[in-house]
Nanobody, 123 residues
Framework: VQLQASGGGLVQAGGSLRLSCAAS????????MGWFRQVPGKEREFVSA?????????DYADSVKGRFIISRDNAKNTVYLQMNSLKPEDTAVYFC????????????????WGQGTQVTVSS
């Protein structure tokens, strides 16, 4: 599985960005897709996840609930993270990832990772 993240950039506080994660390499119908973020000196942290199958169950970190929306386009094999009401503390490198089984925020449970995309929110 190859994952390609894009959409990062510089935005003012209160603004919005949409990240994209294009997946390729194999059928992902049973996978879970996640977004994580990391700042220098800190551990990578869970942001959001979505299931490819069925209705697309979703999960969010408390810090982004009500502001971020994860979605998918099965036809394009792409997962999106719409980030609204951005805050300076959202500044980080954002990574998309895929896990073959299970459901949860643990970094170590994700099997495939894309390169990061930088999000910078200015105050």
């Amino acid at each position: 599985v190859q994952l390609q993240a894009s959409g990062g950039g510089l935005v003012q506080a209160g603004g919005s960005l949409r990240l994209s994660c294009a997946a390729s390499g194999r059928t992902l119908s049973s996978y879970r897709m996640g977004w994580f973020r990391q700042v220098p000196g800190k551990e990578r942290e869970f942001v959001s996840a979505i299931s490819w199958a069925g209705g697309g169950d979703t999960d969010y970190a408390d810090s982004v609930k009500g502001r971020f929306i994860i979605s998918r386009d099965n036809a394009k094999n792409t997962v999106y993270l719409q980030m609204n009401s951005l805050k300076p503390e959202d500044t980080a490198v954002y990574f998309c990832a895929a896990r073959r089984t299970g459901w949860g925020p643990e970094v170590r449970q994700y099997n495939y990772w894309g390169q990061g995309t930088q999000v910078t929110v200015s105050s």
